[in-house]
């Protein structure tokens, strides 16, 4: 199969002769691309699974290296292989692009309920092949969505969402025990910058990020597909590798819960898109908030945590669609939808955020004139206390119709959503 036909490799993008260091039974492919790079390791002889992993280091249950070879898949992720080992059969995931180095505290964190790989194989500390045992029976969670919001089902779909942010919630009360960090608004900010300078874009969105949203061992992209019907009450979670995008964006710093939501959130976006559907987008992202706060932290999913001038689910939506760009980019595949029509979008969105700072200068400038009533009439230099009395209920009489005025989490970024389809 030529490389330009693989779908975890970017069609786009030239592949240049560079001598980097790889492991035995590997070699390393460097592509490039305007302004773009993506560097990964690929098997020389997948079908030989003895010197595929002679020079890696095991942890976890893995199969033999006498293992036999009974299919060579390819995915939009890396190379899969089905493996037999005397009467059982195994699942070999390669990461082509490594990881981002927490995949082993990952599956420490999370329950029984979600598919997380058993073994795992590395090199120089970087994990390039997963194990897990063979399932014949895929994801079903992602086709039933489809079929239920392409069928006007709302009950079903909104049931559907909400199990599936709640999985996800389910992780991040467990990622509670795990390592936590103070919120990093800086390198967040930097890296939508950088994704923005990638693509040239004409969009800028920058946040001071409130406190509530630390960082945290994320998931990382998580999508409908990689949700597993575990019973009839919940959702387990099948724990994918990292998507193209990181490959030629690598993460250069942690994130907050909300990123995960987001990144599940935006594949709901996707699919929406591509129905004919009548049902109600509000409804649908509604569900889906509920469904997350019922099992995440509290503090994580709170209203400040989604309070859109801060940063919340806009913020990271926003940077799951220049992710979606740069994927398209380097396969030269179209205009990915939709995340073309929500970029469009933001500068309005942005607009309308900086005008509505107006009512609070207002707020604030009233809440200053009010304390410095008050103070004057307690020290006794000014005997008025009327005025200070109407401007503190007019602050803050102000300050919460700012509130207000923020864009809801509940509304899509593609306001013709909101507008046609409810």
Same mark, same amino acid.
């Given at each position: 199969?030529?490389e330009d036909k693989i779908a975890w490799k970017p069609a786009a993008m030239s592949r240049v002769e560079i001598t980097n260091e790889s492991p035995p039974g590997f070699k390393s492919l460097v592509f490039v691309g305007i302004g773009m790079k993506?560097?990964?390791?690929?098997?020389?002889?997948?079908?030989?699974?003895?010197?595929?992993?002679?020079?890696?280091?095991?942890?976890?249950?893995?199969? *033999?290296?006498? *293992?036999?070879?009974?299919?060579?898949?390819?995915?939009?992720?890396?190379?899969?292989?089905?493996?037999?080992?005397?009467?059982?059969?195994?699942?070999?995931?390669?990461?082509?692009?490594?990881?981002?180095?927490?995949?082993?505290?990952?599956?420490?964190?999370?329950?029984?309920?979600?598919?997380?790989?058993?073994?795992?194989?590395?090199?120089?500390?970087?994990?390039?092949?997963?194990?897990?045992?063979?399932?014949?029976?895929?994801?079903?969670?992602?086709?039933?969505?489809?079929? @239920?919001?392409?069928?006007?089902?709302?009950?079903?779909?909104?049931?559907?969402?909400?199990?599936?942010?709640?999985?996800?919630?389910?992780?991040?009360?467990?990622?509670?025990?795990?390592?936590?960090?103070?919120?990093?608004?800086?390198?967040?900010?930097?890296?939508?910058?950088?994704?923005?300078?990638?693509?040239?874009?004409? @969009?800028?969105?920058?946040?001071?990020?409130?406190?509530? @949203?630390?960082?945290?061992?994320?998931?990382?992209?998580?999508?409908?597909?990689?949700?597993? %019907?575990?019973?009839?009450?919940?959702?387990?979670?099948?724990?994918?590798?990292?998507?193209?995008?990181?490959?030629?964006?690598?993460?250069?710093?942690?994130?907050?819960?909300?990123?995960?939501?987001?990144?599940?959130?935006?594949?709901?976006?996707?699919?929406?898109?591509?129905?004919? *559907?009548?049902?109600?987008?509000?409804?649908?992202?509604?569900?889906?908030?509920?469904?997350?706060?019922?099992?995440?932290?509290?503090?994580?999913?709170?209203?400040? *945590?989604?309070?859109?001038?801060?940063?919340?689910?806009?913020?990271?939506?926003?940077?799951?669609?220049?992710? %979606?760009?740069?994927?398209?980019?380097?396969?030269?595949?179209?205009?990915?939808?939709?995340?073309?029509?929500?970029?469009?979008?933001?500068?309005?969105?942005?607009?309308?955020?900086?005008?509505?700072?107006?009512?609070?200068?207002?707020?604030?400038?009233?809440?200053?004139?009010?304390?410095?009533?008050?103070?004057?009439?307690?020290?006794?230099?000014?005997?008025?206390?009327?005025?200070?009395?109407?401007?503190?209920?007019?602050?803050?009489?102000?300050?919460?119709?700012?509130?207000?005025?923020?864009?809801?989490?509940?509304?899509?970024?593609?306001?013709?959503?909101?507008? @046609?389809?409810?």
């Open positions: 199969m030529s993506s560097e990964m390791l690929e098997p020389i002889n997948p079908d030989n699974w003895k010197d595929t992993i002679s020079g890696l280091k095991s942890w976890g249950e893995v199969p *033999s290296q006498d *293992s036999l070879v009974e299919e060579i898949i390819h995915s939009d992720r890396g190379i899969n292989l089905k493996l037999k080992d005397n009467d059982s059969y195994w699942l070999a995931e390669f990461y082509p692009w490594g990881t981002d180095g927490r995949l082993k505290a990952r599956i420490s964190l999370a329950s029984e309920k979600n598919d997380t790989p058993i073994g795992i194989f590395s090199w120089n500390n970087i994990d390039l092949v997963s194990l897990r045992r063979w399932d014949e029976n895929p994801c079903k969670v992602k086709s039933e969505l489809i079929s @239920t919001i392409n069928s006007n089902d709302l009950e079903t779909s909104k049931k559907i969402v909400f199990k599936s942010a709640a999985a996800v919630g389910s992780f991040h009360k467990s990622a509670e025990s795990g390592r936590i960090t103070p919120r990093d608004a800086r390198k967040w900010n930097k890296r939508v910058e950088t994704l923005e300078a990638l693509l040239r874009a004409n @969009t800028i969105w920058r946040a001071p990020h409130t406190k509530e @949203t630390v960082c945290i061992i994320t998931i990382g992209d998580v999508r409908f597909s990689d949700m597993i %019907d575990v019973s009839d009450d919940e959702y387990g979670i099948y724990f994918n590798r990292p998507r193209l995008s990181d490959s030629i964006a690598k993460p250069n710093c942690e994130f907050p819960a909300m990123r995960d939501f987001s990144s599940l959130l935006h594949d709901l976006n996707r699919i929406y898109y591509s129905s004919n *559907s009548n049902l109600p987008i509000r409804d649908l992202r509604e569900s889906m908030i509920e469904g997350w706060r019922s099992t995440a932290p509290e503090k994580w999913s709170s209203k400040n *945590s989604f309070y859109t001038p801060r940063g919340g689910v806009f913020f990271w939506e926003y940077e799951q669609c220049l992710l %979606d760009v740069i994927e398209a980019v380097s396969h030269q595949s179209g205009k990915p939808e939709p995340a073309v029509s929500m970029l469009r979008e933001v500068p309005g969105i942005q607009r309308t955020m900086f005008n509505h700072r107006i009512i609070a200068a207002l707020s604030f400038m009233t809440g200053f004139f009010s304390a410095s009533g008050f103070y004057q009439y307690g020290v006794g230099n000014s005997n008025e206390i009327i005025i200070p009395l109407i401007l503190l209920p007019l602050s803050i009489g102000l300050y919460y119709s700012y509130r207000r005025l923020a864009p809801s989490p509940e509304l899509s970024i593609l306001r013709v959503w909101n507008e @046609t389809k409810n």
